[in-house]
């Protein structure tokens, strides 16, 4: 890897350390906890608000992330595309500052829009994978990448903590807020070297085809990778796989904030304290699991990952003790990266070079668009039984469906298994 990097590679690297700091402080800790206790009141109901709310951003995401990269390989319009739902997203966060109490609706709109901008972004980004390195070498940067991205979460922590730090007591709501406002310019700002030096995509299309014919040949294009599945056996194999490991780690992801502020009587400055810890510990882990992947194979690898996801949950549902919250976070701090960028590999190996765009987009469609149902899952049951340690337990359900399947999927040689 030190022999292959490149102002590429390196904004590729970069891209990462930048949408990480708004993965945490938007949905995964900062806004998360803000719209559960002020936003909706603490009300009953609120965690399945909540998940309402995650569970559409991905499934409008999901939709239009296929049509998005289809559009983005035909016109050669990948890097464009990446810069305008990057900076979409950042838009969209930085006005989450106007959000106050009571504005469910408002709130919503906003959140649901720059999760949509994010997860096409995401999309777009990771097709770059299969452009920058060799095969055998994707594991590694794609765990580096996922690893440095941690960096980004706590540097951009660090920027916020200030305004974070007086929790959500009415005369620091201001200053809560501001710290959303930070975090999008903070990832609109890492995101500059990506946007000035990832290669541009190979133009399908003629150049002068207008818009509507682009959009036309996207669709079409769409409908015959559906229609014609079969050719693309093992992607598809994996897509359902990934399809179901993707919900329960994103549930886990999304609620794991609330889970501590509810059952642990956990504060604001003490979540984040456990974050930095996950993010710590994720550094070192996901670049060694990178590296283990491609040596030892990303299927296996995947597998050792979801036996630590299944310890996670278990911890959560029977520990009760005050030091659980921190056994989870180490666990976590394994895994949280990890398993999500061996995928990311296993998947770069599978899709066809020529149309990247196309079955990222089809990526994120799987991942978004079945992680509706995980936080659904968690959110219903936490509300029908009371009890969010059933809501997680429920989330077994789904890795262990994800494990089976992936078993099944074929890999070649040169995807190292």
């Known amino acids: 890897m030190p022999r292959l990097l490149n102002k590429q590679i390196i904004s590729f690297i970069l891209y990462d350390v930048a949408n990480s700091a708004y993965i945490l402080l938007i949905p995964a800790v900062g806004f998360a906890v803000y719209f559960r206790e002020i936003v909706a009141g603490g009300a009953q109901g609120a965690d399945l608000q909540w998940a309402v709310l995650v569970s559409l951003s991905f499934g409008v995401a999901g939709l239009l992330a296929p049509f998005v990269g289809a559009i983005a390989d035909l016109g050669g319009l990948r890097r464009q595309l990446l810069i305008g739902s990057t900076m979409g997203c950042c838009l969209l966060a930085a006005a989450l500052t106007l959000v106050g109490p009571g504005d ?11 999760q949509v901008f994010y997860t096409i972004a995401i999309a777009l980004y990771d097709s770059y994978l299969r452009d920058l390195v060799p095969k055998n070498l994707a594991g590694r940067l794609s765990g580096i990448a996922w690893g440095a991205g941690y960096l980004g979460g706590i540097a951009c922590l660090a920027l916020v903590f200030p305004l974070l730090s007086g929790g959500l007591e009415e005369d620091n709501l ?28 190979a133009v399908t299309a003629s150049r002068t085809t207008g ?9 079409r294009g769409i409908w015959h990778t559906v229609k014609h599945w079969r050719n693309s056996r093992q992607v598809f194999k994996f897509l359902i796989s990934y399809f179901l490991i ?42 060694i699991l990178g590296h283990l992947g491609d040596y030892w194979g990303l299927k296996r690898t995947i597998f050792v990952t979801l036996a630590i996801w299944t310890a996670v949950v278990l911890v959560m549902v029977l520990g009760t003790e005050s030091y659980i ?30 149309r990247l765009n196309e079955f990222f987009g ?10 509706m149902f995980g936080p659904l899952a968690f959110g219903l049951v936490s509300l029908v039984t009371g009890s969010q340690r059933l809501g997680l337990l429920s989330l077994l359900v789904f890795f262990g469906l994800g494990g089976v399947l992936l078993l099944f999927v074929r890999v070649e040689a040169d995807a190292t298994e």
Not at 211 to 219: I, K, P, S, Y
């Open 174 to 201: 201001g200053r809560y807020r501001l710290s959303f406002l930070v975090t999008a310019a903070f990832f609109l700002l890492v995101s500059i070297p990506a946007f000035v030096f990832l290669p541009r995509a």
């Open 246 to 287: 993707s919900d329960s780690i994103v549930a886990i992801i999304f609620f794991t904030s609330i889970y501590l502020a509810v059952n642990f009587d956990y504060t604001v400055t003490q979540i984040l304290m456990l974050t930095v810890l996950i993010q710590a510990i994720g550094i070192p882990a996901t670049a």
């Open 104 to 114: 469910v609706v408002f709130g919503g709109i906003l959140f649901v829009g720059a």
């Open 325 to 354: 919250p921190w056994v989870m976070a180490g666990l976590m701090g394994l895994v949280i990266g990890s398993t999500q960028s061996l995928c990311r590999s296993l998947y770069a190996h599978l899709v066809p070079r020529d």
């Open 362 to 371: 089809f990526s994120a469609f799987a991942g978004k668009l079945s992680s």
């Open 211 to 219: 818009v509507r014919d682009l959009l036309l040949g996207a669709h």
